[in-house]
């Protein structure tokens, strides 16, 4: 294993320390209970956002939070959920009085842990919704969960209702906001490699030199099944494919072909240029995309392909200023 | 070699297309030629910046074109310079009757090429300057080089001096910008893994599984030494005195962070952590900074760290708004 590490028990802890340094002006960090909060939490009368699970998925979340998207994430150990009373510190710390929303990936264990942050905060008379997001068409069911995973479009769900929060907007609509972007997502990935977890110290799981996973999860866990490794063209194919039969997404869509952390920008433009043209043939209009590392597994090399159906009210989120490290506009 | 591509001789072309399939709403592409363009160029009145260089180091060069950064970047085929027609092309492309400014990475083909395109531009009238970076303070002379290799600073550079033109200072004065960031600027770098060069179809180099290559340049080409792994704080501390030694931080300062491009987020947080205590301690006060792939290798998973002396003057243009695919804010 080589790593950019120190011991590899502490590579969260590290990290968090890391991230204060380079972005204090934005976020601080308790570094007792591995929580990111936007510098100046609690915002008073606007609703707070938590989201968080396992580290390792950098820039998600802690590089979400700041001004128009979370008010606080919260670290686990490398793929590996947050304890309960990290999210409840965090639902505390970010209440300004208009309740707080729970952005969760359809994990069991980030499941189990959020739910029990919400009793707990219940007790405290702080009033908690939650979104559970599970956009990846690859696969019901999995390793890690009861129905499908959440994945690409929690990074697009967390800067469109983060901007329906910063207007002010309650937590009832907030919520709605959330459920329209997670019911309107769908994505799927694919992995050329495996990932090493720093603790493990080797990597999840092995593929063969002409193989790839296609369907995989974000923590390695397995998707649909290996194939031989062809051409970008077919592999962007093998991505859209599953996505546009699950959903029509004929009309507006906002575009995200992230990279799972060990996969050259260069190659992440190749299979853009592919996804482009199976889009277009298929009566999709990419309205906005991102393209880059935002939702990683480690080192993997692969990536995935997330669309959000866009009407109006999305764009118009999706455009607000947003001022995070990974990821800013308008500010 | 497992990447996500098509042909390997098509890479960079395929790559284009998807640039201008994600970003025409900001740049164009010529594809005869392997440029990237700001969608209005040229700019009526304001000095026109050219870069470029061999592909795979993304972002750069292509990434940085837009408002407040570059007019056009001319693509090579990976890890190889662009031939002096394109860099021709670009600059007349570019010339909105203030001159040009070519902003060159010391790497001894870049050199020459863009050379016989100002050549080939005075021809055309038009007005051309040259700032030539070399800030890499690992080697002096290398296998493409002549005098130090111009890395990390060319980002900042970028930046700083397309904040400039955007001012509409004159081409005289820009330069002036140009030679101040790249005097005052200085980059190392580490590699705990090579990288395949698409073409090539097997890693340009082997290192040892418990070795780093320290001062490896953004090629592969060889560095200072090979020397065995240490932890984060360690290599933080090996990146960072060669560069504090060779010129003195004390003070304002503007600080990259840089992924290779096969190294996580999470990692190159758990390094800037480390950098941000030596810096601390060694009176620099980092003003400004950024963490994550900005300048790369392809896959190579290692970092480099670079150093600009800060005044008022350059952080008043880092801060400018820019608007770009790599870089944005204000915007």
Redesign the interface.
Known sequence: M??????AAD??A?????????HGDRVRVDHDHHIVYRADAPVQGKVGLVSGGG??H??MHG?FVGPGMLDAACAGE?FTSPVPEQMQVATEGVDGGAGVLHIVKNYTGDIMNFEMAAELAAESDIRVETIVTDDDVAVTDSLYTAGRRGVGVTVLLEKIVGAAAEERRDLDAVLEVAKKVNGQGRSMGLA??SCTVPAAGKPTFELG?DE?ELGIGIHGEPGRERRK?G???E?AQQLAEPILADLDFTGDAIAL?NGM??????????????V??ILEKSGVRVVR?L?G?YI?S??M???SLTLLKADDEIVKLWDAPVNT?GL????
Not at 2 to 7: A, F, G, R, S, Y
Not at 328 to 331: A, F, H, P, S, Y
């Open positions: 080589k790593k950019l590490i120190n011991d590579v969260v590290d990290a968090l320390r890391g991230i204060e340094a380079a580290s390792g950098e820039p590089g490398v050329l490699t030199e790839f490794l051409p970008a063209s592999l072909l952390g060990g996969t050259p920008l260069l190659e992440l433009y190749v299979m853009y240029g592919e482009a043209k995309n393209v590392n990683t480690l080192e090399a692969g990536c490290p800013r506009w308008g500010c």
